[in-house]
T-cell receptor, first 113, second 111 residues
Framework: GEDVEQSLFLSVREGDSSVINCTYT??????LYWYKQEPGAGLQLLTYIFSNMDMKQDQRLTVLLNKKDKHLSLRIADTQTGDSAIYFC?????????????FGAGTRLAVHP | GAGVSQSPSNKVTEKGKDVELRCDPI?????LYWYRQSLGQGLEFLIY????????KSGLPSDRFSAERTGGSVSTLTIQRTQQEDSAVYLCASSSLNEQFFGPGTRLTVL
């Protein structure tokens, strides 16, 4: 079945770049997503990429997709303390208007001064 | 409304009791999803609604779990005879095209 894996923890210094990695197994994935979850809050969609794209940039966020290796990464430039959260990678296959997301376990990003 | 809302935000219940969790999706979103997030885990898909019908219930963990949606809007997830392993955060999402928007979740604790 489909599976999404992420490293569980990442610690970075404020101002540095963060790179969160994700691998997935479903080669028919249509979209790949990054969600952010702050303590006690729901999931916030950060960005997503269509599977025929290699890269997407949105302000401080850069998503890279290597479809051959089924590897997705999220780079956060100039990481701030407000970026501390859990980041979830998810993949989906759209079929008949149905977009079921398969999530990784999440990467906890800790930003320290 | 402006976003997906869920109620209650927290629910503590005793083992064996039934609970109902509510989700109000974003107005106009026809697709609605329920997920469960156990402590330290990712999100586990439970059920998907398109309008009032549920084409995919494959994620419901047992027959104690059921869900319905009325008027193509509000959805209720019901857990009967709750067990301690049901303790988790239950998240609802509604969808427009390729984006799913999540509610804040209901934290369920079964004592």
């Amino acid at each position: 079945g489909e599976d999404v894996e992420q490293s569980l923890f990442l610690s970075v210094r404020e101002g540095d770049s963060s790179v969160i990695n994700c691998t997935y197994t479903d080669s028919s994935s249509t979209y790949l997503y990054w969600y952010k979850q702050e303590p006690g809050a729901g999931l916030q969609l950060l960005t997503y990429i269509f599977s025929n794209m290699d890269m997407k940039q949105d302000q401080r966020l850069t998503v890279l997709l290597n479809k051959k290796d089924k590897h997705l990464s999220l780079r956060i430039a100039d990481t701030q303390t407000g970026d501390s959260a859990i980041y979830f990678c998810a993949e989906s296959t759209v079929s008949g208007g149905y977009n079921k997301l398969i999530f990784g376990a999440g990467t906890r990003l800790a930003v320290h001064p | 409304g402006a976003g997906v809302s869920q109620s209650p935000s927290n629910k503590v219940t005793e083992k064996g009791k039934d609970v109902e969790l509510r989700c109000d999706p974003i107005s106009g979103h026809t697709a609605l999803y329920w997920y469960r997030q156990s402590l330290g885990q990712g999100l586990e898909f439970l059920i998907y609604f398109q309008g009032n019908s549920a084409p995919d219930k494959s994620g419901l963990p047992s027959d104690r779990f059921s869900a319905e949606r009325t008027g193509g809007s509000v959805s209720t997830l019901t857990i009967q005879r709750t067990q301690q392993e049901d303790s988790a955060v239950y998240l609802c999402a509604s969808s427009s095209l390729n984006e799913q928007f999540f509610g804040p979740g209901t934290r369920l604790t079964v004592l």
